[in-house]
């Protein structure tokens, strides 16, 4: 389009104390060649007054508009100006909060003027060199939503769907719904007072789901295959020797779970007779009576084994969650079977959070049940088929021996997707060793049956948190059920271990943002987390090598390649971090307000001072841009030396803006980005790791130059981190300034 430009400085907010306002509108004209009279001057911005002014501008035919005020974290409803390019320029918490006031001493390289100036000027040639975007909105797209698993956590998913409208689609494994929870005895109580058990809650929403004509059924399922993207899922489904293919637009990975393997327990007794585990004892209670297996006698002394297999570093390192409140209700099995009967639970803690506590101190106040702390290190046969439990660690300081009839383990919860996860990560492993010992293991490992069947180049099922477990990496800090599969929600067992009461809070979450997910690609907008984003990646594939590196390392498998190995992307799949631009050598992927030349012609507009220092920091605009905008509504300073440019995530950036900023005369470049590893708290999942990995060979880059590798660094930040951030800053340039001087470049 054919840009009208508009420039608006704001002079509150104690800017036009900080800054000569005239003299930045001259100095800004200069550098960006916008005539000094598509600038205006504003009191406050964002009044009334000043937001009628721009919109009275726009009226008249400006489109492209650049505000220079505060930062754009705020303030976003006032300046929406649908049909315009708009840029904000934030003058206010990098300057004019941050900086010092200048005296008569302050050098004119570190003077709040110039500051201001940079940023301006940053922003109008940000505005000359992007396009207004406009959505990408694909045809046939569908609002169907998929939910994988017939549990509890499945069946509130389809049931909260539908009734917010949407037509579901269940597919079950199983000959039956209801999952685990149909085969429970009785659930642990879920309203007040919490004392008396209660019918499991499963056996109602399977009658609900039955009779809601928008959803439909599949028992007995497999799910051969799902192709293609969100609004566009292709999922062929078998199911009684037939296969059928529909549409979804979004899915709920709500796969379940299995106990943990009890034949693994033979430390814990399981094995001998009358050792069984808590399923085995809820199929028990069942058929009206506690009794032990071995020859029908009522059980009178039942031994509860808490942790089995549970926060156990040779077995399953994390806590399960639903054990403790198992036991407990189980003990009200025995407990209601015989008045006479004794129920003994040993523990290593008790968890039982929220309202299932008051449960839990219901059971303490019945005399009849024993709750010990206590590390239970085996089980020996007694006389009459009885079993003596033995532990220590006590409360008492002891060791003590119990003899119970019946023992019963509290085995811990394995997630449905666990063991395709262990089969990829063993093939992984082997694959290192070579071709042999690669062939060696797909010989005699048989590749086990997965669950979604995704026909992506990265793999057919959701990736895993790191460390083995089989939980599917749901962004757990940043983004709840958000899996690396756009469009993919992970709810219940398969995310973390959770109660039956949590699962189908679970479910309800993850039933939200599916349907988030198809109400906006309908709409041709990205997903969380830039859910307002009506941009998309769009490469000049003219230009491609087809090196492979976007489809490798884009975190949410956006790019597939062709029969030829050329990349193409699945623009639905796409969360718009913008991994592949700061991947690609050739530096041909980008988006209409965010590319490599966009960001290179902003560092370059930056003013590099003969006299005095200039840093460049990039900062992501998740974590590390509002911790800076914190610090300085703190009053917290920044060094003046520093020009601040946010990016949609660090794995973004390309290693081309490193020889820019140094080439151009940067002292110094900086990079703030999320925290990565086992607890990562990036928004786009794997895009700080990526810019880790990159910057760790930036040296070559560097030695080109013959320039300090130190020059450039990248710092992991946390939102959380404001009063940390002037400091962090404050180091780097202190480090620049006494140990390597000015750029050599500086001036050329």
Known sequence: MEKDFGVYICKGCGIADMVDV???????????????????????????????????????????????????????????????????????????????????????????????????????????????????????????????????AGLTAALDAAAAGYDVVIVEKEAELGGYGAKLYKQAPMEHPYEELEEPIVFKKIKEVEANDRIKVYTSAKIDKTEGQPGLFDVTVSTNGSSETFKAGAIVLAAGWKPYDATKLTHLGYGKPNVITSLELEEIAKKGKIVRPSDGKAAKKVAFIQCAGSRDPEHLPYCSSFCCATSLKQARYVREADDDAAAYIFYKDVRTPGQTEIFYKNMQNDPGVMLTKAEVTGISEAPGGNLFVEAEDTLLGEKIKVEADLVVLAVG??????????????????????????????????????????????????????????????????????????????????????????????????????????????QGIAVHPRAWDTTFPDPLMTKCTSCKRCTDECPFGAIDEDEKGTPFFKINRCRRCGTCMGACPERIVYFKDFSVDIVGSMLKSIEVPDEGFRVLVLACENDAYPAIDTAAFRGKKIHPAVRIIPVRCLGATNLVW???????????????????????????????????????????????????ADRCQMIQVGINDYDKIPDIIGEFVGKIEDVFGPNPFKGF
């Open 413 to 522: 919860v394995v997630p449905n997707t666990r063991e395709y996860q262990e089969y990829q990560d063993n093939l992984t492993l082997e694959s290192s060793k070579g071709d042999a010992a690669k062939n060696a293991f797909l010989e005699a490992n048989p590749e086990p049956e997965g669950i979604l069947g995704l026909t992506y180049k990265q793999g057919p099922e959701l990736p895993s948190l790191e460390g083995g477990y089989g939980f599917a990496d749901s962004n757990f800090i940043c983004f709840q059920y958000e899996t690396r599969r756009t469009g993919i929600y992970a709810a219940g067992m398969v995310r973390q271990p959770m109660t039956m009461a949590d699962a189908a809070n679970d479910a309800t979450g993850a039933a939200l943002k599916a349907i988030q997910c198809v109400e906006h690609v309908a």
């Open 658 to 708: 490193v020889a820019d900023s140094f080439s151009r005369g940067m002292d110094g470049l900086l990079l703030l980005g999320c925290k990565f590893g086992e607890d990562y708290q990036c928004h786009f999942v794997k895009g700080s790791e990526l810019a880790d990995n990159r910057f760790s060979k930036v040296q070559d880059t560097l030695d080109r130059l013959q320039l300090e």
């Open 22 to 152: 005239e003299k930045l509108v001259s100095d800004v004209a200069s550098n960006t060649k916008v005539p000094a009279e598509k600038f205006k001057v504003l009191d406050i911005a964002c009044s009334p007054e000043g937001v009628e002014a721009i919109k009275a501008d726009v009226s008249g035919g400006v489109n492209t508009v650049t505000i220079a005020a505060c930062s754009p974290r705020v303030k976003f409803e006032e300046f929406d100006l649908p049909g315009c390019i708009v840029e904000r320029a934030n003058i206010r918490e990098f300057c004019a909060w941050s900086q010092e006031k200048a005296t008569e001493e302050t050098p004119e390289e570190y003077h709040p003027q110039m500051t201001a100036t940079d940023y301006v000027t940053m922003g109008i040639v940000k505005t000359q060199k992007v396009d207004l975007p406009e959505p990408n909105i694909l045809e046939d797209l569908s609002k169907t939503i998929m939910v994988v698993g017939g549990g509890t």
